[in-house]
């Protein structure tokens, strides 16, 4: 059967960061796979290519491709270990959101519960007070994690902060390095064949280029997987923003954390890379006119429009959509190149033969749907607040939320547990730590935690609360850790 053929070569269609990304995973899965990189006009909406966040998954990305962290360091990257949301509750008590675990033993149940029981009976330090990444990341100081499970910094994850054009230009030479090298051209339709699939991608010069898969990395308007079907899932019912401005602003001192900020119109971005800061600042269109929003935010001088949504299929026949061209989503929660990253990788784990038998299109298909719904709930999570200061804060209480979403708040708010769902990007930890960080405290106490006195467990938090805030007094601050990688390369 011509299914169990391997394939033979791959053409994608778009060469930024998640084409180059996509060419690199597919040429190093496959040694003898001939690869064309088409450079198509970059999608003014697309976000995966120019946001600077990332999840801390990257990392096991770039082991696949085979960069590595010092490389990384030379092209202007810098270390995320934390997230600071600034004004998003109704007290004004910053939220500090960090990748790893909260605490430790207690007794017997988990941390969190331990910690509510605690919360119920009086004052306790913060949620994000048990985080070693939140405390040094609130801090300004970061360090590697240290792989001994009994170190003070162990136990925490950290991501990279990317520059996205020196990145590309990283990715574009590691690519040439394996003999890919992008050719301009400006697509134009497809050959059909007569199962639907395609048998040639067509070039505004005439060129026909031919290949066994094809990849649709163009952004948004994904010409290339719409020329097949433009089923779309909407998602803007679920998230409010559909408009990003952003720019630039001078250069501060390098910081492992970036800001997210609530303002009356929206929230804003200020996310510090090594020469200047990216500012950005997230609002919906019919309560904010593009005036106004210029005036918040004086260095913003690109508009991004933002229609969030999911392609029930990205993979049909023999055209797969990554990225931007698959799911669109706004920046909150850093997941735009982690969910075209993930993807690849997912494509390449479950690679077909060279007819794409639809048994691994359809398994590719549901997972990464249920990776990308569950990103969707962690970002609208963000809403479940008690602000209500401004028009746009005031506007996202009346929400509704997906059932799966509504599933999880209500599961939390019960008794403080969250339901399990396969595919997850955010992690238990992440879902509590926003959750705790910005919403009620849940009606019922844990049957098991509650078993251990109050008064011990406070005094246990307490303890421990004192240890990790004393923590970043031993570290160096960020900018000196990062002199101390440079000089090492």
Not at 408 to 424: K, V
Request: net charge neutral; hydrophobic share 45%.
């Amino acid at each position: 059967m011509s299914d169990r053929l391997p394939l033979r070569s791959v053409a994608i269609l778009g060469a930024r960061i998640v084409g180059l990304s996509a060419a690199i995973a597919f040429a190093r899965a496959l040694p003898g796979l001939a690869v064309t990189l088409i450079e198509t006009p970059a999608d003014p909406a697309a976000l995966a290519d120019r946001m600077p966040g990332t999840l801390p998954s990257i990392a096991a990305f770039h082991d696949r491709i085979g960069l590595g962290e010092a490389d990384l360091l030379a092209a202007g990257t810098t270390h995320r270990i934390a997230t600071r949301l600034s004004d998003w509750r109704a007290d004004g008590a910053p939220v500090v959101l960090a990748h790893g675990e909260r605490g430790g033993p207690v007794a017997d149940g988990a941390f969190h519960q331990h910690w509510l029981n605690a919360r119920r009976g009086g004052k306790v330090a913060a949620f994000d007070a048990f985080s070693t990444a939140a405390v040094l990341g609130a801090a300004d100081r970061f360090v590697h994690p240290s792989d001994d499970p009994a170190s003070p910094v162990s136990g925490f994850d950290y991501a990279l902060r990317l520059d996205p054009p020196r990145y590309r230009g990283l990715l574009a030479a590691l690519a040439r390095h394996l003999g890919i090298v992008a050719t301009v051209g400006q697509f134009t339709g497809i050959e059909r064949r007569a199962d639907g699939g395609v048998s040639a991608l067509l070039l505004a010069d005439g060129r026909r280029v031919v290949a066994d898969l094809y990849l649709d990395c163009a952004g948004p308007a994904a010409p290339l997987r719409a020329a097949i079907d433009t089923d779309w899932e909407d998602w803007r019912a679920f998230l409010p923003v559909d408009r990003l401005l952003l720019g630039t602003a001078p250069a501060r001192a390098p910081t492992p954390t970036d800001d997210l900020v609530a303002v009356p119109a929206g929230w804003r971005i200020d996310a510090p890379l090594r020469d200047r800061t990216l500012v950005g600042l997230a609002y919906t269109a019919d309560q904010t006119p593009e005036s106004s929003a210029r005036r918040i935010l004086p260095g913003g001088t690109e508009i991004v429009p933002i229609a969030p949504g999911i392609r029930p299929a990205p993979w049909v026949h023999n055209v797969l959509a990554i990225g931007d061209a698959a799911v669109v989503l706004d920046p909150l929660g850093d997941t735009n190149l982690h969910l075209a990253q993930a993807a690849i990788l997912r494509a390449i784990d479950l690679l077909p033969g060279r007819e794409c038998a639809p048994t691994e299109l359809a398994e590719f298909n549901a997972r990464s749907c249920r990776q990308a719904a569950r990103v969707r709930d962690f970002q609208a999570a963000h809403y479940a607040t008690d602000r209500v200061r401004g028009p746009f804060w005031k506007a996202v209480r009346h929400l509704p939320r997906p059932d799966s979403l509504a599933h999880t708040l209500d599961q939390f708010a019960h008794r403080g547990r969250l339901p399990f769902h396969e595919d997850e990007s955010f992690d238990a930890d992440d879902w509590r730590g926003l959750l705790l960080g910005l919403g009620p405290i849940p009606r019922l106490a844990d049957p098991i935690a509650s078993q251990t006195p109050v008064e011990a467990v406070r005094a246990a938090l307490a303890r421990m609360a004192e240890t990790n805030a004393a923590l970043p007094s031993r570290l160096p601050p960020y900018p000196a850790y990062l002199t101390q990688l440079d000089r090492r390369r």
